[in-house]
């Protein structure tokens, strides 16, 4: 895992460096809570561990081409900051897919190089980049909601984000760790500065710890219905969720599935990292 920042470091995300990396032992799937600087750091629960278990035990037969480093970590949960986590959903295609697409559009000019890593490489130099867009990924993605505003304004996937008008947000709230608390940039708008340490950063996240929870208070009350399902007073009526939502803090966590194709997951890694 690596933390990915752009222009603007405030929206830093934790996604897959590369889509072949491994980041545990293959095929993990208990992940334990651990701590970061009194943070908890995500744990999934018995109902998450039990679908990732059922998808990854799933044997299917399939004429098209696998890419076997991406079937060993297909559906795994890479945690991603205290809560979150990547997952990889499916994929098409594979190194061939390249090839095969680069060898049609370029004709004879492809002969010259005649094995599929040193024709790869060859595009890449020169930066022949449509060929990589035959190759696709899909992932399953929890990430707070300010980062996700930043992310979606990357217009280049396919996107089905988790919906609060239908149902209610789970209540969990990104905190940042101690060493990620920094003052505004004096040089750039979208930049951060020296950290901030002592007793302002103790309560600069409290006010970050306490406005997440009385919010999310405050929208339990509204829908008169708790994060579990449960009423709370059932002489009241719940405001419609698509309205309470409105009160909840933007390091609330959403989820989202996010499918793009190889060229524009390197270009977003690019201008990110």
């Known amino acids: ?9 405030t929206s830093a995300m934790v996604i897959t460096k590369f889509v072949y990396r491994r980041s545990w032992q293959a095929n993990t799937i208990n992940i334990k809570a651990i701590k970061r600087d009194s943070i908890k750091i995500m744990k999934l629960t018995k109902e998450q561990l039990k679908e990732i278990k059922d998808q990854q035990s799933q044997q ?12 060993k970590i297909l559906y795994e949960a890479m945690p991603a900051l205290d809560h979150g986590f990547v997952r990889v959903i499916d994929y098409m295609g594979d190194d061939t897919s390249i090839v095969q697409s680069a060898r049609v559009s370029y004709g004879k000019g492809t002969k010259q190089v ?3 890593s040193g024709l790869i490489k060859y595009l890449m130099r020169h930066w ?10 899909k992932y399953h993605v929890k990430l707070p909601i ?20 239908y149902s209610i947000l789970d209540k969990e709230f990104y ?15 979208q930049g951060r500065g020296d950290v901030i340490e002592g007793e302002q950063a103790k309560e600069v996240l409290k006010l970050l710890k ?32 698509e309205l309470a939502r409105m009160n909840l803090t933007l390091n609330t966590y959403t989820q989202w599935y996010w499918k793009t194709d190889l060229l524009n997951l390197m270009n977003f890694f690019e201008i990110k990292s």
């Not at 895992?1 to 470091?9: C, I, L, N, W």
């Not at 300010?146 to 008008?165: D, K």
């Not at 990620?180 to 750039?188: D, K, M, P, T, V």
């Not at 208070?217 to 009241?236: A, Q, W």
Request: contains cysteine; glycine residues 2%.
């Open 210 to 241: 306490d406005d997440a929870e009385r919010t999310y208070d405050n929208y339990e009350m509204m829908l008169n219905e708790r994060f579990d399902g449960s009423i709370i007073d059932e002489n009241k009526k719940g405001l419609a969720r």
């Open 175 to 189: 905190l940042p760790t101690a060493e990620n608390l920094a003052a505004q940039s004096a040089s750039n708008r």
């Open 128 to 137: 022949h980049s449509t060929p990589f867009e035959m190759c696709e990924i």
């Open 60 to 71: 299917n037969q399939t004429k098209r081409v696998t890419a076997p480093e991406l079937e």
């Open 146 to 165: 300010f980062i996700a505003r930043q992310w979606i304004r990357h217009r280049t996937a396919n996107v089905n984000e988790y919906s609060a008008r």
């Open 114 to 116: 005649s094995t599929d």
């Open 1 to 9: 895992m690596v933390e990915v920042v752009g222009t603007a470091p």
